[in-house]
């Protein structure tokens, strides 16, 4: 079965559609302006804890609390990027054995082969000038963005600890004037419609617990004629005898769900039902499974190296004295 991720690009048409019904959002110039305080806060809620049940609350603090404890060991190891390497196909195992060197290589490949997959023009006169990456983690792709492109790139996730390293890696790569970061959640963006030239979302889908209203949210922020692209993690497509994947299937999936704070999944002809809805155009899809296949053996033998033991306890260490520091806060 495959459950690596799937690509989805879409272009926007330059008619607008119809937003979808959200609440009003107040009258901001964009960048929205917020003290480092509140834009680093913990978000738990898209509008008003009335209007969240109990699971999406939990589902949310969750998300946020896995990237809190695991974006420093992460980033130990594997750098700016917390998404799959893209490979050759036939390459798993070679791959596998070398060192986490060609595994960074592989997810800025992985970048690189998203961008050439939705023909994102390097052309001056074409190129995206900005650009909002939902689900940003440490700001890997944002700051990549910024650089390849010179736009200006907005990122958000649930995490503080992300968006406060995100923030702190683009001021020493001198990029605080082209990227930035905030505590948001993608269900409910903080900008106006029309905002944005190419809407980037790597590997967060999955964690998405309403994928209508997720898909609705990139639609929303895109500007006429932008481009939207969701690399994220699908279930296999049914068969037209299929009402269900499999129970064994099913079993699979939920383990990975408990581990990764995954809702239910879905399939790409999922995703691409949802985009044909919104009038969408230009609508590709890929399935990059065997692309992606090597990455997971190289993560489980780098957690068995030296450095990524050392990094495993120092960050359990990390969380240990900060789980202290909020219970004093509170």
């Not at 990237?67 to 036939?90: K, Q």
């Not at 990122?155 to 605080?176: D, E, F, M, N």
């Not at 030239?197 to 998405?208: A, K, T």
């Not at 997971?296 to 030296?306: E, G, K, Y």
Request: a negative charge.
């Amino acid at each position: 079965m495959a459950i690596s991720p799937s690509l989805c690009t879409c272009h926007l048409s330059s008619r607008r559609p119809d937003p979808p019904h959200r609440l009003p959002l107040p009258s901001l110039s964009f960048p929205r302006p917020q003290p480092i305080s509140q834009r680093f806060a913990r978000v738990t809620t898209a509008a008003t804890a009335a209007e969240m049940t109990a699971e999406e609350a939990s589902l949310k603090k969750g998300i946020a609390e896995l990237y809190d404890e695991s974006s420093g060991l992460w980033e130990d190891i594997w750098g700016d990027h917390m998404h799959h390497g893209f490979y050759e196909a036939d390459s798993s195992a070679a791959a596998a054995a070398s060192d986490s060197d060609n595994h960074r290589l592989a997810q800025i490949r992985m970048i690189e082969e998203s961008l050439r997959f939705a023909g994102v023009s390097y052309e001056e006169d074409k190129r995206p000038k900005r650009v909002v990456d939902v689900g940003c983690g440490i700001g890997g792709s944002s700051r990549y963005l910024a650089k390849k492109y010179g736009a200006s790139c907005e990122g958000l996730t649930l995490s503080p600890i992300q968006a406060q390293r995100a923030q702190a890696l683009a001021a020493a790569q001198g990029l605080a004037d082209k990227v930035s970061f905030q505590v948001a959640d993608a269900l409910d963006q903080p900008f106006p419609d029309g905002q944005f030239d190419l809407v980037w979302s790597m590997e967060s889908g999955e964690h998405m617990p309403d994928k209508k209203k997720f898909v609705s949210e990139l639609a929303r922020v895109a500007a006429p004629g932008g481009t939207i692209i969701i690399v994220t993690w699908c279930h296999r497509d049914l068969s037209p005898s299929e009402e269900s994947l499999k129970p064994e299937e099913k079993a699979l999936l939920d383990k990975i769900c408990s581990a990764y704070y995954l809702p239910e999944w879905c399939s790409t002809a999922d995703y691409v039902k949802l985009l044909d809805s919104l009038s969408l155009q230009d609508i590709k899809v890929a399935n990059w499974s065997d692309h992606v296949a090597p990455f997971w053996p190289a993560v489980i033998r780098s957690a068995l190296t030296f450095k990524g033991l050392t990094s495993l306890i120092r960050s359990v260490v990390e969380n240990h004295k900060r789980s202290i520091g909020d219970a004093i806060d509170d």
